[in-house]
């Protein structure tokens, strides 16, 4: 049986994680996290798009 989780929700958990531990101050990480909203924004989002979705295709034929 496969597990499938979203890139983001995985990411958000990670954060979450690091900031936890802290590994990671809060401030860095909601810098970190209002770059991606406004990267999202942009016209390199679509190739972002499509290398998240050639990671995830490389990770699953594993």
């Given at each position: 049986?496969?597990?499938?989780?979203?890139?983001?929700?995985?990411?958000?958990?990670?954060v979450?994680?690091?900031?936890?531990?802290?590994?990671?101050?809060?401030g860095?990480?909601?810098?970190?996290?209002?770059?991606?909203?406004?990267?999202?924004?942009?016209?390199l989002?679509?190739?972002?798009?499509?290398?998240?979705?050639?990671?995830?295709?490389?990770?699953?034929?594993?």
């Amino acid at each position: 049986m496969g597990l499938s989780i979203s890139a983001a929700a995985l990411l958000a958990i990670i954060v979450v994680v690091l900031v936890k531990g802290g590994h990671v101050r809060i401030g860095p990480a909601v810098t970190c996290t209002l770059f991606g909203f406004t990267l999202a924004a942009t016209g390199l989002a679509p190739a972002i798009n499509t290398g998240l979705a050639g990671i995830a295709g490389l990770l699953a034929s594993f």
